[in-house]
């Protein structure tokens, strides 16, 4: 099969009741948006482009996966790029957001992770928020370098892992909701930008062992 182009605004729609695995690359330009709706899994083993205006929306019944390597590519545009699934997002490729739009990351029941060779970058204004219900796992680094504020909330578990947060010079807020039930985790990342302000909040224990100005 071949890569999928579209340009227009119409939105474009992948529904299965399944699975959705995808191998070709899909580039979407115009003001339609890409969705895609799985009743099982989403494995992106490829790239998306979404340089139009629309929303990209990927949501599962099962599990997010994007393998090492491939990017998800959402240029400019003031709609929001979201990834809801059920039962857990790995992440080990790239997601490159720019604009006014949201990044939204979302794990109903279970975990987020964020692999050493993952990354989520937002150069524009808009901000960067994960929800999970357990543990979220940075190994990869997350970066807002448009002044957006990037917030973390977690009901069940807490943030671990190496990987950074690096924030631009904006007065800017990373924020942390940790309830965890007193569950106690350390996050051994450092968080950077001479603008940025920490704030964490929940009964969840958090522990900085990172090298950086906060503790």
Do not use: C
Request: hydrophobic residues 30%; aromatic residues 2%.
């Amino acid at each position: 099969s071949s890569p999928i182009t579209e340009n227009g605004s119409n939105q474009l729609t992948l529904d299965a009741d399944g699975d959705i695995v995808l191998n070709n690359e899909i580039t979407r330009t115009g003001s339609g948006g890409i969705q895609l709706d799985a009743g099982g899994e989403v494995v992106i083993n490829t790239n998306i482009n979404a340089n139009g205006t629309g929303l990209l929306d990927i949501n599962a019944g099962h599990t997010i996966t994007l393998n090492t390597g491939k990017v998800i590519n959402a240029s400019s545009g003031s709609s929001d790029v979201t990834l809801d699934a059920v039962n857990g997002i790995t992440l080990g490729g790239d997601i490159a957001r720019s604009g006014t739009g949201a990044l939204q990351i979302a794990s109903a029941n279970q975990f987020i992770d964020l692999t050493t060779d993952g990354s989520i970058t937002h150069s524009g204004s808009g901000d960067v928020s994960l929800s999970s219900v357990e543990e979220i796992t940075l190994t990869g680094d997350i970066t807002q370098s448009g002044g957006g504020d990037v917030s973390m909330a977690i009901s069940n578990g807490g943030i671990t892992g190496p990987g950074d947060i690096h924030m631009g010079s904006s007065p800017v807020t990373f924020a942390i909701n940790q309830d965890g039930g007193g569950v106690a985790t350390t996050w051994s990342g450092i968080l950077t930008g001479s603008g940025s302000a920490f704030t964490k909040t929940g009964t969840g224990s958090l522990r900085l062992s990172g090298d950086h100005a906060y503790s």
